[in-house]
């Protein structure tokens, strides 16, 4: 059974998402391995006592590493349908603040259903262990991922455009909508303009250029990892007023002066979401 805010769900049987790539676009493919940078540093920067759980906990097929099942949270959305509302949280248009009690919510009104109370949610179970009433390994894989979407600006968009999903735009003259440029538009640019098309090399060029003072003020969201969720929602909604829509109406064309001044924004959100779901392992695992 999985466990959600104190609910059962059924499940058929253990989905790993390999079974899925051979139908995955490339569009698809490029969304999975923006949250390998995220999986992969976090490993990086666990505490042995941290790392050792995290390695108890993933599944065989994953080899001790993290990173390879990052995408398995929107691999099973079919099969979970529950989990679809926790990877964003639609916020009201024009705001551009996040309110928790206003905002996570599902399209029902369930409180807590939204990418925050996810968060909050699993890591919650992952304090319990070694304890087996949940299923651990679900919950470590669900949280690896969600660290990565609350830190997209448009995952805590508006709520009339769908975070963006409904605003076209025309990245480079090829039409598509703004939540994919934020999702992945921008991350392909980077990778074949600077990066070989490699995102291994573009990971370790944002790895980088994190310095030990950074990583200090990204860590010191609050005293609890509730709070830092929050905190994390708050920053995105911003971002997403201060870049994300900002000079992005219905029909914009975009290109060299949107994404030069927005790719450092999705480059420091990676990293933010890396070095914090580093921090939130470490402070579960201790």
């Known amino acids: 059974?999985?466990?959600?805010?104190?609910?059962?769900?059924?499940?058929n049987a253990y989905i790993n998402s390999f079974i899925f790539i051979q139908f995955v676009t490339y569009d698809m493919f490029v969304q999975i391995i923006v949250h390998l940078p995220i999986a992969n540093f976090s490993q990086s920067y666990l505490t042995s006592t941290a790392s050792s759980a995290v390695l108890k906990l993933l599944p065989a097929g994953a080899n001790g590493d993290l990173a390879s099942e990052c995408s398995w949270a929107d691999t099973v959305r079919g099969a979970y349908p529950w989990s679809s509302a926790l990877h964003y949280v639609d916020t009201p248009d024009n705001l551009c603040t996040y309110d928790y009690t206003r905002d996570c919510h599902d399209s029902s009104g369930a409180s807590g259903r939204c990418v925050v109370g996810a968060i909050n949610n699993y890591t919650a179970q992952l304090t319990t262990y070694p304890s087996t009433t949940y299923n651990l390994t679900q919950a470590l894989m669900f949280l690896s991922h969600f660290m990565g979407d609350v830190h997209q600006p448009l995952h805590v968009g508006f709520t009339t455009d769908a975070g963006g999903n409904s605003i076209t735009v025309y990245w480079y003259n090829v039409k598509t909508?703004?939540?994919?440029?934020?999702?992945?538009?921008?991350?392909?640019?980077?990778?074949?303009?600077?990066?070989?098309?490699?995102?291994?090399?573009m990971a370790n060029s944002i790895k980088a250029n994190i310095t030990s003072t950074q990583i200090s003020q990204w860590n010191s969201c609050g005293s609890s990892t509730s709070a830092c969720a929050d905190t994390f929602a708050t920053e995105s909604i911003q971002q997403a007023c201060n870049y994300a829509y900002k000079d992005a109406p219905n029909n914009a064309y975009l290109?060299?002066?949107?994404?030069?001044?927005?790719?450092?924004?999705?480059?420091?959100?990676?990293?933010?979401?890396?070095?914090?779901l580093a921090n939130f392992l470490n402070q579960i695992f201790v």
């Open 177 to 201: 909508n703004l939540h994919s440029v934020w999702d992945t538009k921008i991350i392909q640019t980077s990778m074949s303009n600077y990066f070989g098309n490699s995102m291994d090399t």
């Open 255 to 276: 290109s060299d002066t949107y994404y030069l001044s927005r790719s450092p924004v999705v480059n420091t959100r990676i990293a933010q979401g890396a070095v914090r």
């Open 1 to 11: 059974m999985v466990h959600y805010m104190g609910q059962l769900y059924p499940y």
